[in-house]
């Protein structure tokens, strides 16, 4: 699963590197890393043998112990060259030992191997490895050298560094015989458990002594009985080296398991070992033990990790960066002490007050007292809030206090007077500014005789990372998850020889001398090839002679392969270097050579800035591995001037087009051309280069993702727009949209299949044929699209002859079939007010302009009209104007016609009395229809009013009712809001029987008494009768 993971991963890296040049090195060969600047060497960590790595370092930085060891020769141990000779006496694991030794030491690199080493040991497998604990290893280690060196001057190696000897005795108390069994070591074991550190544990065993008495006597064989007796341990023998095991870990019996101990234990820096020592007379010197190792476990008892502290004491690492920073920090440290003294340990402070008491115990609140007297602080106010009441603070610490069983008295348990006591005696330790001071503590170091802090160089060396620390860091392994679990000692008597001092090869036998010289060489001759290769980047030179320009871009007039050169250099050469590089590659090359940085777009090879600067480094120009670089003279290539920089780069667009017509506009497909434009091109050019004939452009807006929402028309107002600034980068679409054309496009699948808001057809029917022809064509359009181009792709798309457009017209249809006033040419879709989709008949006939009037007009009478006629004239013509000119298409002649509306029911309604007023004043609009009547129209100023009589179908006056009808009105004529064009009124009375009488003309000015008057005239005549 994971696998294809990381396929897909690599799979997409190489694609995007792909054709830049080769992919990235192999990095097998590549050599291991050098030492760092401690210049010590770290070990491998092989899988869980951090507890190995942690014993070999603490024994090479024994310079005794791998002195011992390279002291032995081939003539002893063999060599491991004949480690396969079947009869050869080769001892490997000393000489593998050996051979570590020497690569620890001299080997430039951060981390040594030692698989050569474990297999010596039979261990081929990480179990076989993991199975040990570091103190148990450390015996099978030694086993196995002291058995390998059987027989060899170093047989007694290990035994003479790091055997020692206790004494165990029984004193009988009777016959003071003395029962006694010594006991060898290599280590020493000592408990953590309910011990404050290794003094107090040592002296547990070799000082205190156990007694036999009461019920439990001992058997003495001198007296053949049982008596009372006196046990103790001793010191015997003190190694040069003293290794001390930590039981950190520990059996719960009531839980039943295992467990860490991880409370703290203090060990000194250096330890007088005389107290525990049988033998006691001899000079201080010869009991005084110094730290050089310790080994840290960290983690549960059930797994975790070793590292170790080590002193450099021939001081061969680089441990001066550290040192020159700790000037600093020891300084400020020095000044804080000064302060942080108030706030001591109180265990110490306690421990303090209570050596220098004569009683046995003292009672606690004298204690406190003291306490009080002598630092000048009350426990309450100092202690208690950190460490709670001073009783429950002595009770908590039974190792050191020792309280009555009431609890009301306290003194320090014996050991830790005497031990204190002793360490107080023993003056020439100490500096006299610790003399006074509180002696023994957990948090102090102990005293140390060394004046500077020559020879306590000390290192963390984990694994192979290798690390200077303080000596004061030690301190922060006395207790917890990660603490101290083996100490090693060295006997401070042991001297190093001053040419030892910081000399790694000192000691070290001839031919492991030459077998790292050798493998340094080979390490450094492998750290220049490989950093040889990784500065090694492949240039692509391109040259001019094998190219050619053309559609925006270089093209190789052979294949690519031919026209380009790999040359690989090291980037950290110059630019003359290279153009050196290339002279001489090319052996013939005339006039000036110029580099042009250069890269492949998928329009061909574009290039950009001219690389200057001969004395820059091909990395300080930025030249990366897999540069294409263009060799030409600067200008042309093949007598083409070459645009050069981005602002030139040329973009592929895809530039589609409708292919064909379908009916309905689906499922059609678009034609697809690819185009190279300059990105600096306008979209003006860009427009008459694609669409010369017209039409728009449409951009897909997210490039591939061609999704039929995101077609975008460019308008007019973008046309001075470059291709660059509205977004048009390689692979972009574009749509042109021939005015013609039907229908909009989807992409998705290259179909058509969607039409947008702003985009869509018209159908146009040929109305100018002479038969009866049904076919209809669609032509796309947007709301923004000019009648003229409409016009002119329907005479193509009917095959009509192109002559016909300027005798020809486009006339909406209506839906009863009816041809509608011709749409002027130069009107927008949206300016005729098309739908989308309607029917436009193409008509011969001018179309009226965008001035121009298309009317309808028949000669007619009140009660019946003449066949409809057209005419287009001018809106500003007037009325008489547009009536002659009726007049004379339909025949008539004379002047007893005037022009009348047609009104709601298709009659001829309100004339048009105001005959030198112009058709636009009186709101006369295109595709109205007017009437030809017969009759002079009214005078100026007067007002033709239908007159109805109403006939009475009951006896009531004529005269109230006409009273009724003109109530409220005023005497003016023009105030009765008589709608010149009005028709008559409807009848609506019930009970009425109206007639009507005919039209009056009366002048606007005229009265209503006047009105009555001229009414009654006509009715009058036809009916005999009076108002
Ligand atoms: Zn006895």
Same mark, same amino acid.
């Given at each position: ?15 995007? =590197? ?15 890393? &050098? ?123 290990? @035994? ?43 002296? @547990? ?33 003190? *190694? ?56 840290? =476990? ?117 050991? =830790? ?57 030690? +301190? ?27 000399? &790694? ?16 060489? +080979? ?168 669409? *010369? ?21 460019? =308008? ?269 009124? +409807? ?41």
């Amino acid at each position: 699963m994971f696998g294809d993971l990381f396929e897909e991963d690599f799979s997409f890296i190489a694609n995007n =590197h792909c054709g830049k040049g080769k992919k990235s090195k192999p990095r097998e060969s590549e050599p291991p890393a &050098p030492r760092d600047f401690t210049n010590l060497s770290g070990i491998k960590n092989q899988g869980g043998t951090c507890y190995l790595n942690s014993l070999l370092q603490t024994l090479l930085f024994t310079p005794e112990f791998r002195e011992a060891l390279f002291s032995l020769g081939p003539e002893e141990l063999g060599t491991l060259d004949d480690s396969r000779k079947p009869d050869a006496k080769v001892r490997i694991i000393p000489l593998q030992l050996q051979r570590l030794f020497a690569q620890l030491l001299l080997l430039d690199q951060q981390a040594a191997s030692t698989t050569d080493l474990t297999e010596s040991f039979g261990w081929s497998s990480h179990e076989e490895m993991r199975q040990h604990d570091v103190q148990e290893l450390n015996r099978i280690l030694f086993s196995a050298l002291e058995t390998s060196l059987v027989g060899t001057s170093g047989h007694d190696l290990i @035994n003479r560094l790091y055997h020692g000897i206790v004494v165990n005795q029984i004193v009988c108390k009777e016959c003071k015989n003395v029962s006694e069994r010594q006991e060898d070591f290599l280590d020493l074991t000592v408990a953590v458990k309910g011990v404050a550190g290794l003094e107090e544990a040592l002296w @547990n065993m070799y000082v205190e002594e156990e007694y036999f008495e009461n019920d439990n006597l001992y058997r003495c064989g001198a007296c053949d009985k049982l008596v009372e007796a006196s046990k103790s341990a001793k010191l015997r023998k003190l *190694p040069p080296f003293l290794t001390i095991s930590l039981l950190r870990f520990n059996f719960d019996f009531e839980k039943c398991e295992r467990y860490k101990e991880t409370s703290c234990y203090t060990f000194p820096i250096q330890i007088n070992l005389r107290p525990f020592c049988e033998q006691t007379e001899m000079d201080d010197s010869e009991y005084m033990y110094e730290l050089f190792s310790v080994i840290i =476990h960290k983690g549960g008892c059930y797994g975790g990790h070793y590292h170790v502290y080590i002193r450099d004491v021939d001081e061969l690492g680089n441990w001066q960066l550290q040192e020159e920073e700790d000037g600093l920090i020891e300084e400020k440290a020095l000044r804080d002490t000064e302060n942080a003294k108030e706030t001591e340990n109180p265990l110490a402070v306690l421990k303090g007050i209570l050596s220098e008491e004569e009683a046995k115990q003292i009672p606690v609140d004298q204690l406190g007292q003291k306490l009080l007297e002598k630092k000048g602080m009350s426990w309450n106010k100092k202690y208690r809030k950190q460490y709670g009441a001073l009783r429950k603070y002595l009770q908590n610490h039974p190792q050191i206090f020792q309280l009555s069983p009431d609890g009301n008295k306290v003194g320090l348990k014996e050991t =830790h007077k005497l031990l204190f006591k002793l360490d107080s005696h023993g003056q020439n330790l100490q500096s006299p500014s610790q003399k006074n001071d509180v002696q023994w503590n957990c948090e102090k170091t102990p005293p140390r005789p060394r004046a500077t802090s020559a020879g306590c160089h000390w290192f963390d060396l984990n694994d192979s990372k290798v690390q200077p620390i303080k000596e004061k860091d030690i +301190e922060k392994q006395f207790q917890g998850k990660e603490s101290a679990y083996m100490l090693f000692y060295r006997k401070a008597q042991l001297k190093r020889p001053p040419e030892a001092r910081g000399n &790694p090869r000192y000691q070290i036998p001839e031919h492991l001398l030459n077998e790292m010289n050798a493998a340094n060489t +080979e390490l450094q001759k492998k750290r220049a090839e490989c950093d040889s290769a990784n500065n090694g980047i492949d240039l692509h030179l391109h040259l001019s002679s094998c190219y050619k320009f053309h559609n925006g871009a270089l093209h190789p007039s052979l294949s690519w392969k031919e026209s380009v050169v790999d040359l690989t250099i090291d980037r950290r050469k110059t630019l003359g270097d290279l153009r050196q590089a290339v002279f001489q590659m090319l052996e013939s090359w005339e006039g000036d050579m110029v580099l042009s940085m250069a890269k492949p777009l998928p329009a061909g090879l574009h290039l950009y800035q001219v690389l200057d600067g001969d004395e820059l480094t091909l990395d300080g120009i930025g030249l990366a591995d897999g540069a294409d670089i263009f060799v030409w003279n600067g200008k042309e290539v093949g007598g083409t001037k070459v645009l050069t920089g981005p602002e030139h780069e040329p973009v592929v667009l895809n530039v589609l087009r409708l292919a064909e017509h379908n009916e309905g506009g689906k499922g059609q497909h678009f034609s697809e051309a690819q185009h190279v434009f300059s990105c600096s091109t306008s979209l003006g050019q860009l427009h008459s280069a694609l669409a *010369p004939a017209g039409g728009i452009i449409l951009k897909n807006g997210s490039g591939a993702d061609r999704e039929a929402k995101n077609w975008e028309v460019f =308008h007019e107002e973008d046309m001075k727009e470059t291709v660059r600034s509205v977004g048009l980068r390689d692979g972009c679409s574009v749509l042109i949209l021939d005015s013609h054309d039907q229908s909009f496009v989807n992409v998705a699948s290259g179909n058509l299949t969607a039409f947008t808001y702003d985009i869509s057809w018209l159908q146009v029917k040929n109305f100018c044929g002479v038969e009866e022809e049904e076919k209809h064509i669609k032509i796309t359009a947007t709301i923004e699209t000019v009648m003229a181009d409409i016009k002119m792709k329907a005479i193509r798309e009917l095959q009509l002859e192109e002559e016909l457009a300027s005798e020809s017209c486009l006339r909406p249809v209506s839906g009863n079939g009816k041809l509608l006033s011709p749409v002027p040419e130069d009107y927008t879709v949206k300016e005729a007010e098309l739908k989308m989709g309607s029917l436009l008949g193409l008509c011969r006939g001018k179309a009226p302009t965008s001035t121009q009037l298309f009317l309808y007009f028949m000669v007619g009478s009140d009660q019946n009209c003449g066949p409809e006629m057209e005419i287009v004239v001018e809106e500003t013509a007037s009325v008489r104007e547009c009536l002659n000119l009726m007049l004379e298409k339909s025949g008539l002649s004379g002047d007893n016609w005037h022009l009348r509306r047609l009104d709601w029911c298709y009659e001829a309604g309100e004339a048009l009395s105001q005959e030198n007023a112009t058709l636009k004043e009186l709101n006369v609009c295109r595709g109205d229809t007017l009437v030809i009547t017969e009759g002079k129209l009214p005078g100026k100023g007067f007002l033709e009013i239908p007159i109805w009589w109403l006939k009475p179908s009951s006896h009531k006056k004529h005269g109230e009712n006409a009273q009724d009808q003109v109530n409220g009105i005023t005497w003016k004529m023009e105030a009765l809001q008589v709608s010149a064009a009005a028709a008559p009124p +409807e009848p609506t009375r019930l009970g009425l029987d109206l007639c009507y009488a005919g039209r009056i003309e009366i002048a606007g000015e005229a009265s209503l008494e006047d009105l009555k008057m001229q009414s009654v005239v006509p009715w009058h005549l036809c009916h005999g009768h009076w108002l």
